[in-house]
């Protein structure tokens, strides 16, 4: 029963903290288990971290100190300390751009009932000279379409707080952390911290803006014909650049291409990054007009050696990353003599001296 007495307080809080413990560990699980779930179900935003975390008592009995004692008393209003701790049980959700925090937020509203939002975000962007911490912070609990499920049922009563942080306001806040008497430290060091927290800032909205326009320059490539000259895309300032080296093979016409020819593969980003480097090494001018004539004149070629080699070779593979290669090879022997391996090389140039002199 609520009272005034904080040491009474303080050792029914300890009681409920130590008789439960283990089930606000399931309960902890439980939570982590289902957000995940309805993040890979509905796909909002890249998440690369899904984690939770069970309050450690003292700091529990700390925040209460610190929060909410001197008010409650002060006030005469009676309390138990556990209806204070809204973050006992916490969730953290880390995704890689700010701009996906909205789209996280929204999902957890729609499937879960929300006690209370606070918006570090908003807050620490009406300021004009503050900088720090900045994410989303949600408490919630199961809603009723959740807990009609028995198995849901132990877990109905337990609010859980669920922080939604970009990539970068999670670093900022792990490292923001370490940084000792952040209240007593002189003038010129607190300067230090905001210049920092700034710079912070920026990256996240840097990240975010390069992400833009790599993205706008996917989408350039993918509508112009693979035949365009000159390529130019618009830059996330609103005026209109050119696209460096377009007539160059780079990241995104190699996409355009190969995509063209190949288009039940999924060419991954990092996989596309390194071949395209792969071929610059070896032919720095080679053009764009170059790989598109290259693949349309081998390729029926290297898909005949590739079913020859499949045959020959059960259980190996045979990728469109490896087509390409056979096809650079034949279309330029002397530029692209070291994209195959000198064993890969001897068994395919055997085979096109086979098939060219077939004996009967």
């Not at 900088?131 to 379409?145: R, S």
């Not at 300032?237 to 190949?262: K, P, Y």
């Not at 990353?321 to 064993?343: M, N, Q, W």
Request: a negative charge.
């Amino acid at each position: 029963m609520a009272s005034l007495d904080f040491e009474q307080e303080k050792s029914t809080f300890s009681k409920f903290y130590d008789g439960n413990r283990k089930h606000f560990v399931d309960v902890k699980n439980v939570y982590i288990r289902i957000i995940s779930s309805l993040v890979k179900q509905f796909n909002r935003g890249e998440v690369t971290k899904i984690e939770g975390r069970v309050k450690d008592k003292k700091e529990c009995l700390k925040k209460f100190h610190r929060k909410y004692q001197s008010k409650l008393e002060a006030d005469e209003t009676p309390y138990e300390i556990k209806d204070c701790i809204s973050d006992l049980i916490g969730i953290r959700i880390v995704c890689l751009y700010e701009d996906q925090i909205a789209a996280l937020s929204e999902m957890l509203q729609q499937h879960f009932k929300i006690l209370n939002v606070t918006d570090k975000i908003s807050a620490m962007e009406s300021s004009e000279d503050l900088f720090g911490y900045k994410g989303l912070h949600m408490d919630l609990v199961l809603n009723n379409e959740i807990t009609t499920l028995p198995k849901y049922l132990p877990y109905v009563d337990y609010p859980v707080e669920v922080q939604i942080r970009s990539l970068i306001q999670d670093a900022w806040s792990v490292l923001d952390h370490k940084i000792k008497y952040k209240k007593s430290i002189p003038v010129d060091l607190k300067r230090r911290i905001n210049v920092l927290s700034a710079l912070f800032e920026l990256a996240d909205r840097e990240f975010m803006e390069i992400r833009n326009a790599t993205t706008a320059l996917i989408q350039q490539e993918t509508v112009a014909p693979i035949s365009d000259p000159l390529d130019e895309v618009r830059g996330t300032d609103g005026q209109l650049e050119m696209l460096a080296n377009s007539r160059t093979v780079n990241v995104f016409n190699f996409l355009r291409i190969a995509s063209h020819f190949f288009r039940d593969f999924d060419f991954d980003d990092y996989k596309v990054d390194d071949f395209v480097h792969d071929i610059l090494k070896l032919d720095s001018d080679f053009q764009r007009s170059d790989l598109h004539k290259c693949l349309t004149e081998n390729l029926k070629t290297i898909k005949e050696y590739r079913d020859n080699f499949i045959a020959e070779n059960p259980g190996k593979t045979f990728s469109p990353y490896t087509a390409i290669r056979h096809c650079l090879y034949l279309y330029d022997p002397e530029s692209f003599g070291r994209i195959l391996s000198k064993g890969t090389r001897e068994r395919f140039a055997g085979w096109l001296n086979e098939s060219r002199n077939p004996i009967y």
